[in-house]
């Protein structure tokens, strides 16, 4: 009779590597610093109360965001990375143009009033002439990089022929603003009164139908 080998024990899994610590260790102070920028501002901040929600070191931080700015400028940077990833739904082409800038808009609108964004947006506001580089900052990293996306989705449907498309990046900016509307401002000005989901579904159809149709309305079906 063949014997069989003994069963291997399970591989030990080792911690994980140094690289990956760190990132974690940034990671979670970049989160307490948006939570703490946002509740107090940049002036009532304080990086101790970071550490203390983070854990880790003053060291640490500094050697992650090299001061308080550096943090506030890392925080802004994320908080418009995650407003303008709503856009992503536009990188899948669609048969249908103006259902998948429906899509794109609504989720990017309703990110936009969102609380959180709200404040972010009102703090970086109160702080741009403090710092001259955080405009520059919140500019490449926000709207900049929204004009981008969309500019290069119309400049794919120019291409296939769905749509006629003149200067992609002129009316990439027109689109975003054209989103936004008053009801980016409304809620800015009022959040206590925030708009309905129904409101902004209403609002980001309108807008892209006079996006892609103008003030006329789209042409009447039929011969």
């Known amino acids: 009779m063949t014997s069989r080998p003994a069963p291997r024990a399970p591989a030990r899994t080792g911690p994980p590597n140094r690289q ?46 090299g001061n308080k700015e550096g943090l506030f400028l890392a925080a802004t940077e994320a908080l418009c990375r995650r407003n303008v990833g709503h856009l992503s ?4 082409d669609a048969s249908d143009p103006e259902e ?27 702080e741009v002439t403090r710092f001259p580089t955080l405009m520059d900052t919140f500019l490449r990293q926000g709207p900049d990089q929204a004009y981008a996306q969309v500019a290069a989705w119309l400049r794919r449907q120019a291409r296939a022929g769905t749509l006629a498309v003149g200067d992609a990046d002129v009316a990439a900016r027109h689109f975003i603003e054209l989103i936004k509307g008053d009801l980016h401002l409304r809620a800015l000005l009022r959040p206590d009164v925030p708009p309905s989901p129904d409101q902004v579904d209403e609002h980001v159809r ?18």
Request: glycine share 12%.
């Open 100 to 126: 998948a800038l429906v899509t794109a808009a609504r989720a990017f609108v309703s990110a936009l009033i969102e609380p959180e964004m709200l404040a972010g947006f009102r703090t970086i506001m109160g």
């Open 206 to 223: 309108q807008a892209v139908r006079v996006f892609l149709y103008g003030v006329a309305g789209a042409p009447a079906d039929g011969p």
């Open 89 to 92: 739904s536009l990188e899948y």
């Open 20 to 65: 990956a610590r760190g990132e974690a260790r940034r990671q979670a102070m970049l989160e307490a610093g948006i939570a703490v920028f946002l509740e107090h501002g940049y002036a009532g901040a304080s990086l101790d109360l970071v550490i203390a929600r983070s854990g880790g070191s003053r060291r640490t931080l500094y050697e992650h965001f």
